[in-house]
Structure formats: C-alpha cells, structure tokens
C-alpha cells in the first residue's frame, strides 16, 4: 500500500487477508484482509471487510475496526479499480473515510 500511483513510491502498509471469487453471472469477490502499518507515522491495523462487485465503477468496503493508532475505528473504505492488466494484475485505488469510536 503506498500513497500514490508511482511505482517506487515507498510502502506505508501491507495488505494481509483473503478475497474469494464468485462468478455466477459476473465478476465479484468477497474481501476480508487487514491493512498492517508499521512507519514512523502510523502502527497498529485497519480491518475492511465487504463484497466487492467489481463491475461497478466504485464500491464501498466497511472498516470493521482496528487496533494501535486506528483502535476501534469504523469507516467506509471505497475501491476504485485503476489498473487492469490481463487476469495477472489489477491494482486498486482506495479512499478510507475513518470514524472513531470510543
């Protein structure tokens, strides 16, 4: 995860998680992973869960929580497929509305 588009922009988190394909009538996946910060600006994780219909032009994930500096955060994450290459690569762009909850 990095905060722009280049290709050598350094890393501010790591993805870790799973998606399942499901392609009854069209593309769509299902996402549970956790965003794992560990910079000088940020430590602790972000989970997002939701199904993602990936032909829809933006969908919205839900931010299910989160621990260190996001503990106990909820929010909206909404994906935006940038890049498409063949069926090897895909990458996403992702805005992150947060909401803390204490």
Not at 11 to 40: C, D, E, H, I
Not at 46 to 57: C, K, Q, R, S, V
Not at 65 to 88: K, L, N, P, S, Y
Request: charged share 20%.
């Amino acid at each position: 995860m990095t905060t722009d588009k280049h290709f050598l922009s350094p890393p501010v988190a790591r993805a870790q998680g799973f998606y399942f394909y499901n392609m009854k009538t069209t593309y769509n996946a299902w996402f549970a992973y956790s965003l794992v910060f560990n910079s000088t600006q940020y430590k602790g994780t972000l989970n997002i869960m939701g199904a993602d219909m990936m032909d829809e032009a933006t969908r919205d994930l839900s931010v299910v929580g989160g621990t260190g500096d996001f503990f106990m955060t909820r929010g909206i994450a909404t994906f935006r497929t940038d890049e498409v290459e063949g069926a090897d690569y895909f990458r996403v762009e992702m805005d992150i509305k947060l909401y803390e909850c204490y």
